[in-house]
């Protein structure tokens, strides 16, 4: 099916048929992997599916809520720095070294 067919369902309707699909996906997964299955090609058709129904669903949830701002608040005061004493540090050679340097 297409995505346009989808669309003009209601969500209880995209809900079942979701449902109904991902049943179908499980009894088809099921047959292929026991060798039962001709056609492998229709799971692949049957996930797409899927996700043109939730991808309607999706959808449908942006369009109804409404988009409100965050309230403003207080800034928070920032942390003071900390600064770091910074040592030397010692001269590492190449593995396999007899002594490391100093």
Do not use: C, H
């Amino acid at each position: 099916m297409k995505a346009s067919e989808f669309k003009g369902m209601s969500k209880d309707e995209l809900k079942n048929n979701l449902r109904k699909k991902t049943e179908e996906l499980y009894e088809l997964k099921v047959k292929n992997k026991l060798g039962q299955l001709a056609n492998p090609l229709t799971i692949r058709l049957l996930k797409k599916d899927i996700a043109r129904v939730l991808t309607v669903i999706n959808a449908t949830k942006g369009q109804s809520a409404e988009v409100t701002k965050p309230a403003k608040t207080a800034k928070a005061k920032k942390a003071p720095k900390v600064v770091a004493k910074v040592t030397k540090a010692k001269k590492v050679t190449k593995a396999g070294a007899s002594r490391a340097r100093k």
